[in-house]
């Protein structure tokens, strides 16, 4: 495996001893450096359980992905295209199964199941539905054990020598997440990250774009505070301009709390801004 530091296309780059990273070069305002595709695999393991293929078109990137070793399972974390585009032909690539939140991504395997334990390739695996970035998120909770010795008569309870939750673009490693407004909402998307805070203890960020941290918990309480601090701009905002949230037009907003931020931004802007207007609606 590579030793390089993100963003490095191609390589598959080592994180931990149970999980690695290739990135796909396809940049991009939403995609960042690219999409990160995680492979997860215990040391000494044959198999490996790989999150996202990423989009199709890119054929280096998922042979580099499909060469990771014997791919027991494939698991995608959201609906969006740079993560779910490749599912058809890395399906024929390596006859995985693929498991999403939704049957629509599924091949050859059952949709996930909140709080469902899969345990493969050496790990634990839970699957914690955490919806807001779009109605469909899913993180992945990854728990590397130890277990004790069989032949003991009585058997010492697994440790667990390390943990990460893989988060899609739930959380990012760098920057903030767009919420779509198409089906995604403020109120499951500030549920889902106090979910995280509380499951996420001792666990690394192994983020769907940008680059992993060692510690969730502090990065997904800045986002919860983002989010409230916006919230606040919003609320000041509508009151300078002497509208509500129902009458509010979501670029006018954008103009006046986005007004320092780089114009190319400003329909990603615009997206979370009716995603903020809709919640304040009822909030």
């Known amino acids: ?162 943990r990460a939750m893989v988060t899609g673009d739930t959380i990012l490693g760098a920057g903030t997440t767009v919420l779509d407004p198409t089906d995604g909402t403020l109120e499951d998307y500030l549920h889902s990250l106090n979910r995280l805070i509380v499951e996420g203890d001792g666990c690394a960020l192994l983020p769907g774009h940008g680059p992993d941290h060692p510690e969730l918990i502090p990065i997904a309480r800045y986002y919860k505070k983002h989010r409230e601090d916006r919230l606040d701009e919003i609320r000041r905002a509508l009151t300078e301009m002497g509208t509500t949230p129902d009458a509010a037009k979501p670029m006018r907003v954008v103009r006046k709390v986005y007004r320092d931020v780089d114009k190319k931004l400003w329909p990603a802007a615009r997206m979370s801004v009716k995603v903020q207007l809709t919640y304040l609606r009822s909030n």
């Open 1 to 162: 495996m590579g030793t390089s530091q993100h963003p490095a296309y191609g390589i598959r780059r080592a994180v931990s001893d149970f999980a690695s990273v290739i990135l796909c070069d396809n940049p991009g305002m939403m995609e960042l450096d690219g999409t990160n595709t995680w492979i997860l695999q215990a040391p000494g393991s044959r198999e490996c359980v790989v999150v996202d293929p990423g989009p199709r078109r890119h054929r280096d990137h998922l042979s580099a992905v499909a060469d990771a070793g014997e791919i027991a399972l494939v698991l995608i974390t959201h609906r969006h295209g740079d993560h779910t585009d490749a599912v058809k032909r890395f399906r024929k690539m390596t006859k995985a199964p693929v498991r999403a939140r939704t049957a629509e991504f599924c091949r050859g395997a059952a949709p996930l199941s909140d709080r469902e334990i899969i345990e493969v390739a050496g790990l634990r695996i839970t699957v914690l539905l955490t919806p807001g970035h779009t109605a469909d998120s899913t993180s992945f909770l990854v728990e590397h054990m130890a277990h004790g010795d069989p032949s003991v008569i009585v058997a010492e309870p697994p440790r667990v020598l390390g």
